[in-house]
Structure formats: C-alpha cells, structure tokens
C-alpha cells in the first residue's frame, strides 16, 4: 500500500491562524495547558477533555493563498476539516483520534488529533547521524500488515513531526473532491 506524507498546500489555501500559545489562553492557564499542548501527539493524549469553545480565522502565507481548504493539515500531525470533510469523513476517521471542534471565519470546523501510530519497517527504515549524533531520518518506510487498515497515521521513528496516510485516504479525498492537503512521495524531510 502506498503511503504519503501530508502537507499543507501554501500555493493556493490559507492556513488556520491559530498557534499553541493561543489555543493554550482559550483553554485555560497558559502555564497549565502548555506542557499537554506541546507533547499531544508524541504523548499521544487526548485533547477533548480539556476542550472549551476554541476560534482563530485563516492567513494567508502567499499572495496567491486566498482559499479555505477543505482539509488541511495543522501544527503538523492534526487535520483541520470543514463541515463538508468531517461529514464525509468522520465515520472513517473515528478509530482512529478525536474530532474538537473549531470556529474558523465563523464557521463550524474541526480539528481531527490523530491518535493512530503505525509500525515501523526496520529493515527499510534508516537512521541519518550528524557528528556522530541522530539527526532525522534517510528512509521511512511502515510494516504493511499493520498498515493495511488504517488511514492516517503518526511514526515514532519520525518523533511525530508529520502525519502520514494510506493510498485509501488520499481517494478518499479525491472521491469528495476536499481540497488543501498535498500528499507528497517522499516520507522524509530532503533537508
């Protein structure tokens, strides 16, 4: 099964303005929700229980970034998805995180926290080292039989830095016509 990295798409969308500082003074005491917001996807935790009524509008990040997508990815391992994506897709994406809802521009959206690790393929995984220390990744690659059902995903080889998903999702979004991700090829960062 194919796998993708997802991106943001900066040519044509805006992205959601909202950062880890202003959603840490929507939910509470900055102090208190700031060490749970800045470890949730590596610690994997829950974010709904301490959810309150959370908004923030979209910015552009180029001149020719003037859409709302659809669905987009958000401080890298989360999605963003309008009331059309989390229509069409929250029966799929249920097992595997937890939906929290937005207002963005006024609207009803949602955040999608993907609570989904896959196994990683050690002998087609590659660690990269740097003066003697690990400094990312050279190869990604993920055990096929574990990710055959599942839709997206989160690596702790990658320290999750991104969130990944299966050929099945990226039709999915083609089949619904959900536009602002990019699905890209390479699972590691070239840089």
Same mark, same amino acid.
């Given at each position: 099964?194919?796998?993708?990295?997802?991106?943001?798409?900066?040519?044509?969308?805006?992205?959601?303005?909202?950062?880890?500082?202003?959603?840490?003074?929507?939910?509470?005491?900055?102090?208190?929700?700031?060490?749970?917001?800045?470890?949730?996807?590596?610690?994997?935790?829950?974010?709904?229980?301490?959810?309150?009524?959370?908004?923030?509008?979209?910015?552009?990040?180029?001149?020719?970034?003037?859409?709302?997508?659809?669905?987009?990815?958000?401080?890298?391992?989360?999605?963003?998805?309008?009331?059309?994506?989390?229509?069409?897709?929250?029966?799929?994406?249920?097992?595997?995180?937890?939906?929290?809802?937005?207002?963005?521009?006024?609207?009803? $959206?949602?955040?999608?926290?993907? !609570?989904?690790?896959?196994?990683?393929?050690? #002998? +087609?995984? @590659? *660690?990269?080292? %740097?003066? &003697?220390?690990?400094?990312?990744?050279?190869?990604?690659?993920?055990?096929?039989?574990?990710?055959?059902?599942?839709?997206?995903?989160?690596?702790? $080889?990658?320290?999750?830095?991104? !969130?990944?998903?299966?050929?099945?999702?990226? #039709? +999915?979004? @083609? *089949?619904?016509? %959900?536009? &602002?991700?990019?699905?890209?090829?390479?699972?590691?960062?070239?840089?």
């Amino acid at each position: 099964m194919k796998v993708f990295r997802l991106r943001h798409s900066p040519e044509k969308f805006m992205t959601f303005g909202l950062d880890i500082m202003m959603l840490a003074e929507q939910l509470g005491d900055i102090d208190e929700m700031l060490p749970t917001l800045m470890n949730y996807p590596s610690a994997n935790e829950r974010l709904l229980p301490i959810w309150k009524d959370v908004s923030a509008d979209f910015r552009p990040l180029s001149k020719t970034s003037t859409e709302i997508p659809d669905i987009s990815v958000w401080d890298n391992t989360t999605l963003l998805l309008n009331e059309k994506a989390f229509q069409v897709l929250k029966d799929y994406l249920e097992f595997e995180g937890e939906f929290l809802p937005v207002i963005a521009e006024g609207e009803q $959206m949602y955040l999608f926290n993907c !609570l989904t690790f896959a196994k990683e393929d050690f #002998e +087609l995984t @590659e *660690k990269k080292f %740097l003066g &003697g220390f690990e400094n990312g990744l050279k190869s990604l690659a993920f055990e096929e039989d574990d990710i055959k059902s599942k839709l997206l995903f989160k690596s702790n $080889m990658d320290y999750c830095a991104h !969130l990944f998903a299966t050929s099945t999702f990226k #039709e +999915l979004c @083609e *089949k619904f016509n %959900l536009e &602002g991700l990019m699905f890209e090829d390479s699972l590691v960062n070239s840089f």
